[in-house]
């Protein structure tokens, strides 16, 4: 094993990581404002109860994503020196924004978000609630254009293999990046959606009877049920934009090897890149046409057409496959359980373990969904401008199998962990009283009472 | 453009003032909290609670600075970022690990059952002292200009025990002002200890400081600048002098004054920085890359300044705001 395959690892793997808490955090946050909006304008106390669990989840989730995100920010420098040397001059702004404009802003106002409710005026706390969303979406911003940047680069200059930037506009506005913002932070919102449904429904099997796990799982559910088609929708366009951008990743994502009239679709396949060639194909007939073209003669290009250019075809074609049948998966459950949370206003045993199975389903499809673009955009780290084998650190192979190893280890406890966690914080909260009828009236006398606004 | 007026060199001072603003108010913040996790006592729980709970509203804040630091460093100088992190690529390593347990050892704890507690109390202990001694010995190194002889070694080796009885000495500091009782009482022993080593350590750097660098030794050894120069550890020992007898008073003074010792801990952060900023201006690794050297495109970091003259001022005044609304005693840890 060399430096450039560890430093590839070892930088996957933290991203890998890191990503799984932003994924939750991002929408998570805006489901705290919506509960805290309820709480505000309703007599219901159920709506802080269910703040009050969902906070803590934020907090632990919102912890793990800034220590995994401060190594990633050491990581820019260590192991991939140059990626800065070659493009910081775009990358650097950016992440700089990111800082500015988002890290700070959410890591203070969560201060007030979670210790503050007793300190300020309720407003300022369902502000800070509010603010720490802005800044959680303001960080995906900035990031995501960054990362589409390097997929689709535009508005620069390359004087002496160096990066200048020329028009920020259309570096920030990279002709992938709407599709790519839209897609994640609906991923982020599905995330969010199946975890509240999945540990809601946890702590329904474990026994609670209490309004406020009730209440979780529907709102959960039923946003689930509205993301999900258009997550696919949007997922289809940032495709076709992919087509038009990248055509040797979608290529590598439909295992196409020839150019060809009519692709086929291939639901299944074992794709061999020494023989560049698929075994045990199980295809719908025109089928890959007719999504990317909309025509089911249309004509898709193949990966010989991009010979020692395109992508490592296997990682790609199964990571997408499992991206997609995550999503289908999603599709019929939320569905279906929408649909009897509507008909029968509950949900049988069966399905809320389906539920409780899947609370961190939408990982995987995360996961997996930017393992196909990341991939998919290899050998290059930025398209066309900065391959991944020129920005590789110098480093000797021995300290990065030494940093690897403790990241490795420490992950997988942290991982481990984190769901453990989890799982006991919905244990614990069966315990809780139910809300009391005092409890009722103390939330009615507050709406009134001009002291507690 | 905005700031097309200012020249390439103009750029380079704003940036590394701000590099020197964000790294002094990482030291002091994260400082003080980071203190506080080396001063747990891994045998009174009750310690524990309130001492954590005197820093939650406010670590994740603190922390947020090292990344601006870094961020900073990483664009604004990118060769002297990627010396400096690829020299010190092991302890940069065990720094970020120390930062990964301490941070989530802090949520988790309060999260788990009784028995696991004391372990994530423990992470908390040991991941904040391994990220204190990691970023001291980052300092020496940094100091001598990115050497690894046995000398180099030995100088970070100290820089490595003073920064962590300086981050030890702050944490105290703001014990005394945040906790009450006992807590208190333990505080003000912590604080004296730490001033005797603190004080040590500061002459100790200082000295081999000066038998590092010849125009370091040359600037503060000449007159007529040396001696204008000398203020600043005059000045730092008369407040370290002045500390010792407030630690003194103090727990006999009902309760006045107990914001004192921190004040006089960040006066000494502030004098530290500046005589250290000082010594190795224009460099921006001592002895070995300028400012100028490693300073990247003008137009990018023209672009970026717009940005921060609007956003810091915003950022150091709600800041500002989140320490006033949590201003006076902590209470007990308590999410809401």
Same mark, same amino acid.
């Given at each position: 094993?060399?430096?450039?395959?560890?430093?590839?690892?070892?930088?996957?793997?933290?991203?890998?990581?890191?990503?799984?808490?932003?994924?939750?955090?991002?929408?998570?946050?805006?489901?705290?404002?919506?509960?805290?909006?309820?709480?505000?304008?309703?007599?219901?106390?159920?709506?802080?109860?269910?703040?009050?669990?969902?906070?803590?989840?934020?907090?632990?989730?919102?912890?793990?994503?800034?220590?995994?995100?401060?190594?990633?920010?050491?990581?820019?420098?260590?192991?991939?020196?140059?990626?800065?040397?070659?493009?910081?001059?775009?990358?650097?702004?950016?992440?700089?924004?990111?800082?500015?404009?988002?890290?700070?802003?959410?890591?203070?106002?969560?201060?007030?978000?979670?210790?503050?409710?007793?300190?300020?005026?309720?407003?300022?706390?369902?502000?800070?609630?509010?603010?720490?969303?802005?800044?959680?979406?303001?960080?995906?911003?900035?990031?995501?254009?960054?990362?589409?940047?390097?997929?689709?680069?535009?508005?620069?200059?390359?004087?002496?293999?160096?990066?200048?930037?020329?028009?920020?506009?259309?570096?920030?506005?990279?002709?992938?990046?709407?599709?790519?913002?839209?897609?994640?932070?609906?991923?982020?919102?599905?995330?969010?959606?199946?975890?509240?449904?999945?540990?809601?429904?946890?702590?329904?099997?474990?026994?609670?009877?209490?309004?406020?796990?009730?209440?979780?799982?529907?709102?959960?559910?039923?946003?689930?049920?509205?993301? @999900?088609?258009?997550?696919?929708?949007? #997922?289809?366009?940032? %495709? =076709? !934009?992919?087509? +038009?951008?990248?055509?040797?990743? *979608? $290529?590598?994502?439909?295992?196409?090897?020839?150019?060809?009239?009519?692709?086929?679709?291939?639901?299944?396949?074992?794709?061999?890149?020494?023989?560049?060639?698929?075994?045990?194909?199980?295809?719908?007939?025109?089928?890959?046409?007719? @999504?990317?073209?909309?025509?089911?003669? #249309?004509?898709?290009? %193949? =990966? !010989?057409?991009? +010979?020692?250019?395109?992508?490592? *075809? $296997?990682?790609?074609?199964?990571?997408?496959?499992?991206?997609?049948?995550?999503?289908?998966?999603?599709?019929?459950?939320?569905?279906?359980?929408?649909?009897?949370?509507?008909?029968?206003?509950?949900?049988?045993?069966?399905?809320?373990?389906?539920?409780?199975?899947?609370?961190?389903?939408?990982?995987?499809?995360?996961?997996?969904?930017?393992?196909?673009?990341?991939?998919?955009?290899?050998?290059?780290?930025?398209?066309?401008?900065?391959?991944?084998?020129?920005?590789?650190?110098?480093?000797?192979?021995?300290?990065?199998?030494?940093?690897?190893?403790?990241?490795?280890?420490?992950?997988?406890?942290?991982?481990?962990?984190?769901?453990?966690?989890?799982?006991?914080?919905?244990?614990?909260?069966?315990?809780?009283?139910?809300?009391?009828?005092?409890?009722?009236?103390?939330?009615?006398?507050?709406?009134?009472?001009?002291?507690?606004? | 453009?905005?700031?097309?007026?200012?020249?390439?060199?103009?750029?380079?001072?704003?940036?590394?003032?701000?590099?020197?603003?964000?790294?002094?108010?990482?030291?002091?913040?994260?400082?003080?909290?980071?203190?506080?996790?080396?001063?747990?006592?891994?045998?009174?729980?009750?310690?524990?609670?309130?001492?954590?709970?005197?820093?939650?509203?406010?670590?994740?804040?603190?922390?947020?600075?090292?990344?601006?630091?870094?961020?900073?460093?990483?664009?604004?100088?990118?060769?002297?970022?990627?010396?400096?992190?690829?020299?010190?690529?092991?302890?940069?390593?065990?720094?970020?690990?120390?930062?990964?347990?301490?941070?989530?050892?802090?949520?988790?704890?309060?999260?788990?059952?009784?028995?696991?507690?004391?372990?994530?109390?423990?992470?908390?202990?040991?991941?904040?002292?391994?990220?204190?001694?990691?970023?001291?010995?980052?300092?020496?190194?940094?100091?001598?200009?990115?050497?690894?002889?046995?000398?180099?070694?030995?100088?970070?080796?100290?820089?490595?025990?003073?920064?962590?009885?300086?981050?030890?000495?702050?944490?105290?500091?703001?014990?005394?002002?945040?906790?009450?009782?006992?807590?208190?009482?333990?505080?003000?022993?912590?604080?004296?200890?730490?001033?005797?080593?603190?004080?040590?350590?500061?002459?100790?750097?200082?000295?081999?400081?000066?038998?590092?660098?010849?125009?370091?030794?040359?600037?503060?050894?000449?007159?007529?600048?040396?001696?204008?120069?000398?203020?600043?550890?005059?000045?730092?020992?008369?407040?370290?002098?002045?500390?010792?007898?407030?630690?003194?008073?103090?727990?006999?003074?009902?309760?006045?004054?107990?914001?004192?010792?921190?004040?006089?801990?960040?006066?000494?952060?502030?004098?530290?920085?500046?005589?250290?900023?000082?010594?190795?201006?224009?460099?921006?690794?001592?002895?070995?890359?300028?400012?100028?050297?490693?300073?990247?495109?003008?137009?990018?970091?023209?672009?970026?300044?717009?940005?921060?003259?609007?956003?810091?001022?915003?950022?150091?005044?709600?800041?500002?705001?989140?320490?006033?609304?949590?201003?006076?005693?902590?209470?007990?840890?308590?999410?809401?």
């Amino acid at each position: 094993m060399d430096a450039f395959l560890l430093s590839r690892l070892q930088f996957a793997l933290n991203i890998s990581f890191h990503i799984l808490f932003p994924t939750i955090t991002m929408a998570l946050a805006w489901f705290l404002f919506y509960f805290k909006i309820r709480s505000d304008t309703t007599d219901n106390p159920v709506w802080m109860r269910m703040y009050r669990f969902w906070v803590r989840v934020f907090a632990l989730t919102f912890a793990l994503g800034v220590v995994s995100g401060v190594t990633m920010s050491f990581q820019f420098g260590t192991n991939w020196p140059g990626f800065m040397e070659k493009v910081g001059n775009v990358a650097g702004p950016l992440l700089g924004y990111e800082v500015l404009t988002a890290f700070f802003l959410e890591a203070t106002f969560l201060g007030i978000m979670l210790f503050g409710i007793r300190k300020v005026p309720n407003w300022v706390h369902t502000l800070a609630t509010l603010i720490v969303a802005v800044g959680t979406s303001t960080s995906a911003f900035w990031i995501l254009s960054l990362n589409s940047w390097m997929h689709t680069p535009q508005g620069h200059e390359v004087i002496d293999g160096v990066v200048f930037a020329k028009d920020w506009s259309q570096i920030i506005f990279n002709p992938s990046f709407p599709y790519r913002f839209v897609h994640m932070m609906l991923a982020s919102g599905l995330t969010a959606s199946f975890l509240i449904a999945g540990l809601s429904a946890y702590r329904m099997l474990k026994g609670d009877t209490k309004e406020a796990p009730k209440k979780s799982l529907k709102v959960a559910t039923y946003t689930a049920a509205i993301l @999900i088609p258009l997550q696919i929708f949007a #997922g289809d366009m940032h %495709g =076709l !934009n992919t087509l +038009k951008h990248q055509p040797q990743k *979608v $290529a590598a994502m439909e295992g196409l090897w020839d150019t060809t009239e009519g692709a086929p679709l291939l639901l299944f396949a074992i794709p061999d890149e020494d023989a560049r060639e698929n075994h045990f194909e199980l295809a719908i007939p025109g089928g890959a046409s007719f @999504i990317l073209t909309h025509d089911l003669q #249309g004509e898709v290009q %193949g =990966l !010989n057409d991009f +010979k020692g250019k395109h992508p490592p *075809v $296997a990682q790609v074609f199964y990571s997408f496959r499992v991206m997609i049948g995550v999503g289908l998966l999603m599709l019929l459950v939320s569905w279906t359980a929408s649909f009897m949370l509507w008909r029968r206003g509950e949900l049988p045993l069966w399905m809320k373990k389906v539920l409780a199975g899947m609370a961190f389903s939408g990982w995987i499809a995360t996961l997996a969904g930017w393992y196909v673009t990341e991939i998919g955009r290899q050998p290059y780290l930025v398209t066309g401008v900065l391959k991944t084998a020129d920005a590789v650190t110098g480093l000797p192979t021995g300290n990065v199998v030494f940093s690897f190893t403790l990241y490795a280890i420490i992950y997988a406890v942290l991982l481990v962990s984190y769901m453990a966690t989890l799982m006991l914080m919905c244990r614990r909260a069966v315990e809780l009283e139910e809300i009391t009828s005092e409890e009722r009236e103390k939330a009615k006398a507050s709406r009134m009472s001009p002291a507690n606004t | 453009m905005p700031f097309e007026s200012l020249s390439a060199e103009t750029l380079g001072d704003i940036y590394i003032g701000l590099l020197g603003l964000a790294v002094l108010l990482y030291a002091i913040l994260d400082g003080y909290d980071l203190g506080v996790g080396v001063l747990l006592p891994p045998r009174e729980e009750k310690f524990r609670d309130d001492m954590i709970a005197s820093i939650g509203p406010y670590w994740d804040a603190n922390e947020t600075w090292l990344v601006l630091a870094v961020g900073l460093l990483l664009f604004a100088f990118p060769e002297a970022h990627s010396a400096f992190l690829q020299t010190l690529y092991i302890p940069a390593t065990l720094m970020l690990i120390g930062l990964i347990l301490r941070g989530v050892s802090f949520d988790f704890r309060a999260k788990v059952a009784q028995v696991k507690k004391r372990s994530w109390d423990l992470s908390f202990k040991w991941g904040s002292l391994l990220t204190t001694l990691a970023q001291g010995y980052m300092l020496g190194i940094f100091v001598t200009g990115l050497r690894t002889d046995i000398w180099a070694q030995g100088f970070a080796l100290l820089s490595a025990l003073g920064v962590t009885a300086a981050y030890a000495f702050i944490g105290a500091c703001w014990l005394i002002m945040k906790a009450e009782n006992q807590l208190q009482e333990k505080a003000f022993t912590w604080a004296r200890r730490g001033l005797v080593v603190l004080a040590a350590g500061i002459i100790g750097v200082s000295i081999a400081n000066l038998t590092l660098h010849d125009d370091v030794r040359a600037l503060w050894l000449s007159a007529p600048w040396g001696y204008a120069l000398m203020a600043i550890p005059l000045t730092c020992f008369t407040l370290l002098v002045l500390c010792a007898v407030v630690l003194k008073k103090l727990p006999h003074a009902d309760g006045h004054g107990e914001w004192l010792p921190f004040l006089i801990a960040l006066l000494v952060f502030v004098l530290s920085f500046s005589a250290f900023a000082i010594s190795y201006y224009p460099y921006v690794i001592p002895g070995q890359m300028t400012v100028m050297d490693a300073l990247s495109d003008a137009n990018s970091l023209r672009f970026l300044l717009v940005g921060t003259v609007i956003v810091v001022p915003c950022i150091l005044a709600y800041t500002a705001m989140v320490y006033k609304i949590f201003a006076g005693k902590s209470e007990k840890l308590s999410y809401y």
